[in-house]
């Protein structure tokens, strides 16, 4: 008994502090992330325009712009900037590859301070890990089952 | 246009992934996990591959990009050398990435520190 | 003036020769010192890592600093101080621990989070009163930057926070307790708090994780001691931030305490709104630089006459909450007088 009045007494609570929360400024948010994220695809998009005209394949191409923003990520956070952007532009800043690059670099850079083994190298994927693990592992997944479909119709 | 296509649909992509962020009340992390994941459902779905058709780098820089390629190289490394292709395609069409960024971790981390 | 029983009610202690406050001492850092109370703290580093290697050193040198300041003030040498009583939020205490080792008193640790502060001063106050000791120091500390990577994410991770979220204040604080003076600021009683659990389990939200704790320590103070919050000038949560405060407000309402105009949060004095602070300031020196800056000095100059300080931890770790743990939380109170 004593524990479902608690339970009670809990959910009434959080319907207060529910009530009580500030709402998050959403329109806000959705908006700096259009800006702060679109910014970044269209510097990607002035070096993919430049790789394409140099004679660049198109995979071959978005793969260095893939690469260059991230890169760019690396560099502004290292010099402490990336985190005003993500501040501001929330996933407009996380989304984009730099963002990944971002995640990677913060944690390495935060955590050298426990050496440059067991600190820097292995917490460096304590945020992109995931990413990687589970970006694999549904990307497996879905290319099974068409590599699979594909067999069978064969 | 290119350009302009760019800028609209990778900010629409930013603009939802906030959109999501905000109203489940997730954990930005997560956000970026889901992105991935969606990214490589909507490629296997052939819904990625016009996306990146029309808008470019706006498709291919956020993480659902990501994703997309893990698929395509996947799908391709199939085609070429069966269950050991698809296994082994994922990782090489996403090679530059990841080793600029883990690259970018290690060497940054010699010289700087963070600002807190 | 009638003899204080030593206890009141279930959970309240009254010091029958309430121990003074010798002396505050605070230190913070560089956004603290561009806040409202900037220009009363007592020393403000220029720099986070304050000439350290890293920030958990940082950290324990600035509560060395605000030790030492306190000491200075009070015109007193470490040795003749029998107990130093000192928490902070990092695994293990160690900012505290680090600390102690370089002062050299007997040193008592505890972990109270954000409360440790009010928790530091009725446990000084109780060994004085009990007779156990003349001085007895209290000091607490937090850092943005330690607290940050220990709790959430890289501080170069570029994530954006929740309206809930409050930011952990910089700095030290350190207060002198003794039975050997007649004047000053004194403990007159502490009303230690029970542990509450209202199953809250965003870490981004603790100031209303923290509020059930502040409004129960409250109301069983009062209760207790016989009085209205009409008594006091000012009672003051620790770092409830506004979105905890409002709350607090309501569930004491609903008990039939109104606060209006006596309630306050020191998590709002930190920082001005154009800081960005979200819902507030927290961490464990966030009281204890308001003690320092704010009420120590009015109690002294008899601006205020009687406040109570309900400093509020949240007992979490960065691991329960990855387990899916929800946030206990405390608060303790101590009445002070001028």
Redesign the interface.
């Known amino acids: 008994m004593g524990e479902s009045m608690k339970?009670k007494?809990?959910?009434a609570?959080?319907q207060?502090?529910n009530q009580?929360?500030?709402?998050?400024?959403?329109v806000r948010?959705?908006?700096?992330?259009?800006?702060?994220?679109?910014?970044?695809?269209?510097i990607?998009?002035?070096?993919?325009?430049f790789l394409m005209s140099r004679g660049i394949s198109p995979k071959q191409t978005?793969?260095?712009?893939?690469?260059f923003?991230?890169?760019l990520g690396?560099?502004l956070?290292?010099?402490?900037v990336?985190?005003?952007?993500?501040?501001f532009?929330?996933?407009?800043?996380?989304?984009?590859?730099?963002?990944?690059?971002?995640?990677?670099?913060?944690?390495?850079?935060?955590?050298?301070?426990e050496g440059?083994i067991l600190g820097?190298?292995s917490k460096?994927f304590?945020?992109?890990g995931?990413?990687?693990v589970?970006?694999?592992a549904?990307?497996?997944i879905?290319?099974?089952?068409?590599?699979a479909i594909?067999a069978v119709v064969k | 246009m290119a350009y302009l296509m760019a800028f609209l649909i990778g900010g629409a992509l930013c603009a939802v992934a906030q959109a999501i962020t905000d109203l489940l009340k997730l954990n930005p992390a997560l956000t970026m996990v889901l992105s991935v994941s969606a990214g490589a459902i909507l490629s296997s779905l052939s819904l990625y591959g016009p996306l990146v058709k029309v808008a470019s780098a706006g498709a291919t820089v956020p993480l659902p990009g990501f994703g997309h390629v893990l698929v395509q190289g996947m799908l391709e490394g199939a085609t070429e050398g069966g269950f050991i292709g698809l296994m082994a395609g994922g990782l090489k069409a996403a090679s530059l990435v990841l080793t600029i960024a883990i690259l970018a971790g290690f060497f940054l981390s010699l010289f700087f520190n963070p600002k807190g | 003036m009638t003899a204080v029983p030593k206890r009141m009610g279930n959970q309240t202690v009254g010091f029958s020769q309430p121990p003074r406050i010798l002396s505050v001492a605070t230190v913070a850092g560089p956004r603290e010192g561009a806040g409202p109370m900037g220009s009363l703290l007592d020393l403000v580093v220029e720099d986070t890592l304050v000439g350290c290697k890293t920030w958990e050193q940082a950290e324990a040198s600035m509560l060395e600093s605000a030790v030492n300041l306190c000491l200075k003030k009070a015109n007193m040498s470490s040795d003749k101080v029998q107990f130093l009583i000192a928490g902070d939020l990092l695994n293990q205490i160690v900012s505290s621990s680090y600390m102690a080792r370089q002062v050299g008193i007997p040193f008592i640790g505890i972990y109270g989070a954000c409360s440790t502060v009010s928790e530091g001063i009725a446990l000084a106050a109780m060994i004085i009163d009990g007779g156990f000791a003349d001085y007895v120091l209290v000091a607490t500390s937090s850092h943005h930057n330690t607290a940050e990577r220990q709790y959430r994410y890289p501080t170069e991770f570029g994530n954006q926070r929740p309206p809930t979220a409050q930011w952990t204040v910089t700095g030290a604080a350190a207060i002198l307790l003794t039975s050997q003076v007649k004047s000053g600021p004194m403990v007159t009683s502490a009303t230690v708090g029970k542990v509450l659990d209202m199953g809250i389990k965003d870490p981004n939200d603790m100031g209303s994780a923290m509020a059930p704790a502040a409004a129960d320590t409250i109301h069983r103070h009062l209760t207790d001691t016989g009085r209205r919050p009409q008594d006091y000038n000012a009672i003051l949560t620790g770092d409830l931030g506004m979105v905890g405060k409002k709350i607090a407000g309501e569930l004491l309402r609903k008990s039939g305490l109104d606060l209006d105009g006596i309630l306050d949060d020191c998590g709002l004095k930190i920082y001005s709104g154009s800081q960005d602070p979200h819902s507030g300031a927290s961490g464990c020196a966030c009281s204890g630089l308001v003690l320092g800056c704010s009420l120590w000095p009015q109690l002294a100059s008899g601006s205020l006459r009687r406040v109570l300080l309900v400093a509020t931890g949240a007992l979490h770790s960065p691991l329960s909450v990855q387990q899916g743990e929800s946030i206990p939380s405390v608060a303790h109170a101590v009445c002070l007088e001028g």
Request: hydrophobic share 55%; with cysteine; net charge neutral.
């Open positions: 339970t007494q809990q959910q609570y959080q207060l502090a009580s929360a500030p709402p998050r400024p959403v948010n959705v908006v700096c992330a259009f800006i702060v994220g679109g910014s970044i695809c269209l990607g998009q002035l070096f993919w325009s978005a793969a260095m712009v893939s690469g923003i991230a890169l690396a560099v956070t290292a010099i402490g990336y985190d005003e952007l993500g501040r532009g929330g996933m407009g800043a996380a989304l984009p590859v730099s963002g990944f690059a971002n995640s990677i670099v913060s944690a390495a850079l935060e955590f050298k301070r440059m820097m190298a460096m304590v945020i992109a995931p990413v990687i589970y970006g694999l549904t990307a497996f879905v290319s099974l089952i068409q590599y594909g």
